[in-house]
């Protein structure tokens, strides 16, 4: 991560709080990015947190002796929970445990970390992390859902394989994405896109040719809903109309579900009305069954040929009406890449086009990164393979060059 994007971190003192996880070990890496952003970090470590990272690595990380007693052994020295509460500008506990946060709902105040945080009086944030099942437990979506109320700040886990084999959703966050959320937190600076109301489309349409049938494409949703996280994350207000996806609406961004082009049209449409521009992620179905069978169609013995019609370009409907407002595109592409997204770019009146290949590896469809080229009308700009929050970030970056 480039150092300058971890603006506000210089001489804020962070309590980092440190539980029973396996992903533990990332804690360091997380440690070791804020205090070379600058921070003052304290360790604070729960007593089953020290079998999975040593006491000796996160000291050293850290710079500071690590807390995990209420006294220390040796000489007795009392280990003031209060003054660590006091001290700290933030407190930020990554990993959280489903344990940790039941605890911290309940008040239960049985090690060094709950004590802290009960006398934190600066933003606190947990990391969670834990198996898919655990996560997705009401008791903890319960639980979550009372720290949020209560002001405590979660950096949502991201999906992906997990230390029990299984893949889902509830591995911590990359330690990048929790530095950068602190980062934000701490931000005393008037948020970039505050004021400005921004349309995304993400995901895949869906079009139906039977009851049980359809055609459509492999779109997760992951490109469009980075772009809409980030662009409320810099205090944007966004619509974000989606296809059909498993992601979680972003914090913060207000989502509209369509499943067709069709209603991906009508939704987008509306929603550009009121907005200051639009990105234009989701992967959008160019023809759609020209007659949906009201039930399903029965198999004979030979070919079965199904008309299909040309759907509404909704890029070039908001091109073509853009009145000065902000439109970025996307071109998904297997070959001849910039000769294609260039003509999109002039035909939909693009300000400027997102180019990925299918060629590139680790870029397009599903996976957490892509790799992109920036087009507008003066020239490109490669990036490298990123993951996809960070593409998000460049993109929105250019994006507030145009405004
Ligand atoms: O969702 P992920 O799994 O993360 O994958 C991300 C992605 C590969 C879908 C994304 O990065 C991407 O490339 N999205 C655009 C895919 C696409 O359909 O490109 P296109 O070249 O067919 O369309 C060009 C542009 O016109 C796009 O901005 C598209 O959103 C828009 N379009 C296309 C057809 C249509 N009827 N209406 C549109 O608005």
Request: net charge neutral; hydrophobic share 45%; proline share 4%.
């Amino acid at each position: 991560m480039a150092q300058k994007e971890l603006e506000n971190l210089g001489r804020r003192h962070i309590l980092l709080g440190v539980t029973g996880s396996i992903a533990a070990y990332k804690a360091a890496l997380l440690c070791r990015l804020l205090v070379t952003a600058g921070a003052e970090v304290k360790v604070v470590m729960t007593p089953l947190a020290k079998q999975f990272i040593t006491p000796l690595t996160m000291a050293t990380l850290s710079k500071n002796p690590i807390l995990v007693d209420f006294f220390n052994p040796e000489n007795g020295e009392w280990n003031s929970h209060v003054k660590l509460g006091v001290w700290a500008d933030c407190m930020l506990i990554a990993p959280a445990t489903a344990n940790t946060l039941a605890k911290m709902v309940s008040g239960i105040a049985d090690n060094l970390l709950l004590t802290s945080y009960l006398s934190a009086r600066c933003p606190v944030v947990v990391a969670p992390a834990m198996d898919l099942d655990m996560y997705a437990h009401p008791a903890t979506q319960q639980n979550l859902a009372t720290l949020l109320k209560r002001g405590v700040h979660v950096a949502e886990p991201g999906e992906g394989e997990l230390a029990s084999g299984l893949s889902g959703k509830g591995r911590m966050a990359e330690p990048e994405e929790i530095a950068r959320f602190v980062d934000d937190l701490l931000s005393e600076k008037k948020k970039s896109l505050e004021g400005k109301h921004f349309v995304v489309t993400a995901g895949a349409t869906i079009e139906p040719i039977d009851p049980v049938r359809f055609i459509s494409n492999h779109s997760s949703g992951k490109m469009g809903y980075a772009l809409a996280t980030e662009l409320a994350r810099r205090g944007a207000r966004v619509s974000l109309v989606s296809g059909r996806t498993a992601l979680e609406c972003p914090r913060g961004v207000d989502r509209i579900d369509v499943l067709s082009a069709e209603e991906m049209y009508r939704a987008a449409v509306e929603a550009f009305a009121t907005a200051d521009g639009a990105i234009m992620c989701a992967a959008v179905a160019d023809y759609t069954p020209k007659q949906v069978a009201d039930r399903k169609l029965k198999k004979g013995d030979g070919e079965l040929n199904i008309e299909l019609k040309r759907t509404r370009d909704i890029a070039a409907e908001l091109g073509a009406h853009k009145n000065g407002r902000l439109l970025v595109g996307f071109a998904l592409e297997t070959h001849d890449e910039e000769l294609h997204a260039e003509a999109k770019l002039q035909k939909k009146n693009f300000d400027f086009i997102v180019l990925n290949s299918l060629r590139d590896a680790g870029a397009g469809f599903r996976g957490d990164t892509n790799k992109v080229s920036l087009i507008d009308r003066t020239g490109r700009e490669d990036l490298p393979l990123m993951t996809k929050s960070e593409v998000a970030g460049r993109i929105i970056d250019k994006l507030e060059t145009f405004l």
